[in-house]
């Protein structure tokens, strides 16, 4: 799996609207931000478009990304934001030739589905905060900085804390998944990221109790969980107790339950403030400690090239 290249002052940063419009507001804050950390953002001609609930037609937003693709200048793609519409775009982008994609890819939720995109052509990616909480600088903020710390070449690492849930253990294997609506609905497509001997990560917002549980018996029924070496539980938001399960983490504990991987719960990403990077397809090693925070972390011969 190949690492994109660290980021350089004056390094290119494209931003784009794969999905959902956005106010054009929060890449302008974005922007500036990133200018700031002595990077060059330049804005894609449809981000700050809108057609419907997309920002743009499927032909505007794939220009855009497929430009932002072949530029060799381009050294990292910043998602504007997620919402729903990026899958649309798989097929067309999937013909552009795999070593166009040596770049970072920046973004989450339905960015997933680009995540999934930029594994499929053997290049790590980055599932961290977009225009909204860049725009913000909140330099200082251990997940902003981690997030410009990985654009600079340095692995973000963390320890978390223990959750009563958890199963004890240590996995090595490269980090896949993301938002579970989207990367359970590429499961059985040439995208499916889930492979053999792959650390899971799972997170989302707004999906009640019950359809996070069909997701997974999906999983389950594809054979996920019988070769997938751990999982890693992120933040799920927004729902309510069910008549079965009190809560969300309550139910996950009780569907993994059969089988032997470690699992940690409660790591700080997805729809939250405190939404921590990950270094998306490549090698991670998930500890998991019954005393001691869990940790996940990259093995040292995961170097990002300066």
């Known amino acids: 799996m190949l690492i994109p290249p660290a980021l350089c002052n004056g390094d290119r940063i494209a931003i784009v609207s794969p999905a959902s419009k956005i106010d054009a507001a929060l890449i302008d804050a974005a ?25 743009g037609t499927s032909a505007e ?20 934001r997620g919402g729903y519409g990026a899958v649309h775009l ?3 982008l999937d013909r552009i030739p795999a070593a166009k994609f040596n770049k970072w890819l920046i973004g989450f939720s339905d960015i997933t589905a680009l995540h999934a995109l930029w ?28 997030e410009i710390g990985a654009l600079r070449g340095i692995p973000p690492h963390l320890d978390f804390p223990s959750h009563p849930y958890n199963r004890t253990g240590c996995a090595t ?9 989207v990367f359970g ?8 990221p889930v492979t053999p001997g792959a650390i899971l990560f799972m997170e989302d917002i707004a999906e009640p109790i019950y359809k996070v549980e069909r997701i997974l018996w999906q999983l389950r029924l594809a054979g996920v969980f019988d070769s997938i070496a751990g999982v890693v539980v992120g933040q799920f938001t927004d729902y309510r107790p069910s008549a ?26 997805g729809h939250v403030e405190a939404n921590f990077p990950l270094l998306m397809s490549a090698t991670a090693t998930l500890d998991v400690s019954a005393t001691t925070p869990s940790r996940l972390f990259y093995p040292s011969s995961v170097l990002i090239p300066q």
Do not use: W
């Open 119 to 146: 594994n499929r052509k053997g290049v790590a990616s980055l599932h961290a905060a977009m225009t909204k909480h860049i725009g913000r600088g909140s330099s200082g903020f251990e997940c902003y900085d981690a």
């Open 173 to 181: 294997g490269p980090l896949v998944g993301g938002n579970m609506a």
């Open 244 to 269: 079965d399960h009190a809560n969300m983490a309550d139910m996950i504990s009780s569907f993994l339950a059969p089988y032997s991987f470690p699992v940690a719960f409660d790591f700080p990403a």
């Open 61 to 80: 937003r794939l220009a855009d990304l497929e430009q932002a693709i072949n530029d060799p200048a381009i050294r990292a793609i910043l998602c504007s």
């Open 31 to 55: 922007a500036s931000q990133l200018r700031a950390e002595g990077f060059e953002p330049v804005v894609m001609p449809h981000a700050k478009g809108e057609c419907g609930s997309f920002s």
């Open 185 to 192: 609905a590429l499961v059985g497509t040439p995208f499916n």
């Open 90 to 92: 798989l097929e067309e």
